[in-house]
């Protein structure tokens, strides 16, 4: 069975850092490029961060450039995205994809659990 896992949300006060981690199971991730997507409460889901399957090449949304970084262990297939001097604005659920570029959910073709952030003092 193909899944990926999300993990690493918290609740953090504003300013703060979290960790974000996404596994797979039954996917090769070194195969494929890798992103975040997340979804506020009432919101739309929106694309966060990706990665090329290597690591060569890195892009972020506007609103987070400079605070988020995303990276990956192809080793540990394994991708992460950090989160630093986090706003209650990147109050959302997390969720990462494999590929896929135009399919919701990427590769496997929907979307897994995600993890929780929220920014609040």
């Known amino acids: 069975q193909v899944q990926l896992v999300e993990s690493g949300g918290d609740l953090v006060q504003p300013g703060g850092s979290l960790k974000l981690s996404c596994t797979a199971s039954g996917l090769i991730l070194s195969r494929y490029t890798m992103r975040w997507f997340r979804q506020p409460p009432g919101k739309e889901r929106e694309l966060v961060a990706g990665?090329?399957?290597?690591?060569?090449?890195?892009n972020y949304a506007d609103s987070v450039k400079g605070r988020f970084t995303i990276s990956r262990d192809n080793v540990k297939n394994t991708v992460y995205l950090q989160m630093n001097n986090l706003k209650p604005e990147d109050t959302a659920v997390y969720y990462c994809t494999a590929g896929g570029a135009l399919v919701p959910g990427g590769r496997i073709g929907r979307w897994g659990q995600g993890t929780q952030v929220t920014v609040s003092s």
């Open positions: 990665i090329t399957s290597a690591g060569e090449t890195t």
